[in-house]
């Protein structure tokens, strides 16, 4: 299996960086804050595994590469504007988290279209 090492590599980061937000959240934030970066980290971390995923699919084609880069960007960028809401109080981050959230559906659309084009044999 060939693995497409610059997005697994930017999937790990993300992973690592998932679990960061999520220990601080978890440990020394107001309530506040702990939620929205608990939200960020769990959002980040769920998009960091499918990017794993799309970078060893077994097919992967153009745009299963490009979801998964979209998966990994989307959720970075997400998670970033809700720390920056949370941190920093720059409520104007707010108008981020939906670019984020875009790249984010739209790497499980293009999946989907990936997956319904594969040529592999049913299970």
């Known amino acids: 299996m060939i693995i497409s090492r610059n997005l697994a590599a930017f999937a790990a980061l993300n992973g690592a960086l998932a679990v960061l937000i999520g220990a601080f959240a978890a440990h020394g934030a107001e309530p506040q804050v702990k939620a ?13 595994v499918l990017a794993l995923v799309c970078a060893s699919w ?20 997400f998670c970033l504007a809700l720390s920056v809401i ?4 720059l409520k104007a981050a707010g108008a981020v988290a939906p670019i984020g959230g875009l790249l984010m559906i739209s790497a499980w659309l293009l999946l989907l ?3 319904l084009r594969s040529h592999s044999t049913p299970a």
């Open 36 to 48: 929205l970066l608990t939200t960020g980290g769990h959002y980040q971390m769920v998009h960091a």
């Open 113 to 115: 279209i990936a997956a």
């Open 58 to 77: 077994p097919a992967r084609g153009r745009a299963v590469v490009v979801a998964g880069w979209l998966a990994a960007t989307g959720g970075l960028v």
């Open 86 to 89: 949370g941190l920093l109080g």
